[in-house]
């Protein structure tokens, strides 16, 4: 029988033009043909050493986990200054379609030099699915957006193997969605101005467990809660040295602007309108979404799900429902933003096609 591999220290991804990108892997499923790779995508702040945990899980459920280090971060290539001026400027749309050409890349690597099953004909197992993580959405996302700078033959190579895009928890900033004036209330971490105050109160706010007095479908903006953090707090959970090893401070220099600079923003809102609601859409046509929510998540996650299953549901209503992709919401009824074991359960029906609605 063969032996079970998983990568405990980061693997190097060497990619065109030099960009490196660093993973931790599951390894192939031992004894499946079937097995999906799912490439998970981190957010901010808190790099994919958090979700190592989950590598031992991934195997239960025919998942090949590769958790990717993002650029800015530890292993992987930093953002030239170039690219920074680009995202800092009033067009960082070349910022983002190089976003989406290097997610395709990755897979490419993984396609070309690692054991990927091949999906099968109706698209619900092996294959690769893609999930993003928070903010990690807006990356995970860019690679199925139309104007994304995709190699023709790059394309051609992984698009056969694309399952699925896995939307896990993201914030309405992941889509470029602007805060209602009703929820102007609501704590935000990015506009605290001083940046030490803003990363120690972000790291308790995220990763606690709220009570929304309203469901996901209704949601009713008045009854989402408003504290700034809770008792129970993954983030305080962890000793020194996990809060040291899962978080970096760097890459706010970027994510700090993709989050909130206004024209990034903008930018995200028509890429994301693009790849997930595009009537016929010509990238990845037959990958399919499926978005997993923690119901005490954040507000600014309930407000998401909530946003993006209307815009589904508006197009189903319009008759759209054979032009665009398919959508799948599953929610965990005690998942917070956060990644416990659940949520690999989660993962699994997501990608297998499972509506529990």
């Known amino acids: 029988m063969a032996t079970p591999f998983h990568s405990t220290v980061p693997v190097v991804a060497s990619l065109p033009a030099g960009i490196e990108l660093t993973y931790f ?16 995508v981190h957010g901010c702040h808190f790099n994919s050493y958090g979700f190592k945990h989950l ?24 953002y030239t200054d170039d690219e920074m001026s680009v995202l800092r400027s009033d067009n960082p ?24 099953c091949t999906a099968s004909e109706d698209r619900s197992s ?37 399952l699925s895009l896995v939307l896990y928890d993201p914030p309405h900033c992941a889509f470029g969605i602007p805060t209602p004036p009703t929820l102007m209330h609501m704590f935000d ?12 109160k972000f790291r308790r706010w995220v990763s606690s467990y709220y009570d929304h007095d309203t469901e996901p479908d209704v949601l009713e903006l008045s009854n ?14 962890w000793t020194p040295a996990l809060q040291e090893e899962r978080t970096e401070d760097f890459p706010l220099r970027s994510d700090a602007i993709v989050i909130s600079k206004s024209v990034a923003q903008h930018h995200i809102n028509r890429m994301s309108n693009n ?30 799900r909530h946003s993006i ?43 297998f096609k499972i509506d529990p609605l």
């Not at 690679?143 to 056969?160: H, Q, R, S, V």
């Not at 971490?189 to 120690?200: A, G, N, R, T, V």
């Not at 010509?282 to 119901?295: D, I, N, Q, T, Y």
């Open 275 to 304: 790849a997930l609601f595009a009537l016929n859409p010509r990238r990845f046509p037959l990958a399919r979404v499926s978005f997993v929510h923690g119901k005490r998540s954040i507000w600014m996650c309930a407000f998401a």
């Open 309 to 351: 299953k209307r815009k589904y549901l508006e197009l189903l209503s319009q008759g759209q429902k054979d032009n665009i992709r398919s959508f799948h919401f599953i929610d965990s009824e005690e998942g917070n933003h956060f990644v416990g074991s659940h949520y690999v359960y989660a993962l699994w029906l997501a990608n």
């Open 189 to 200: 971490p990015f506009h605290i101005k001083d940046p030490e105050e803003s990363k120690q």
């Open 224 to 237: 989402l809660d408003s504290r700034l953090e809770t008792e129970q707090c993954v983030f305080k959970s």
């Open 126 to 162: 092996g294959g690769i699915a893609i999930a993003g993580w928070s903010i990690g959405n807006v990356f995970a996302q860019s690679m199925f957006f139309e104007g994304a700078t995709l190699n023709e033959e790059t394309y051609a190579a992984i698009e056969p193997y694309v």
């Open 93 to 116: 749309t070349a910022f983002f379609g190089t976003a989406g050409e290097v997610m395709a890349q990755f897979v490419h690597y993984l396609v070309s030099n690692t054991e990927v």
């Open 55 to 78: 590598i031992p899980i991934a195997p239960q459920v025919n998942l090949r986990l590769v958790l990717v280090q993002r650029r800015d971060y530890a292993g992987s290539s930093k």
């Open 25 to 40: 892997d599951s390894g192939p499923v031992v004894g499946s043909t079937s097995f999906t790779t799912l490439v998970l």
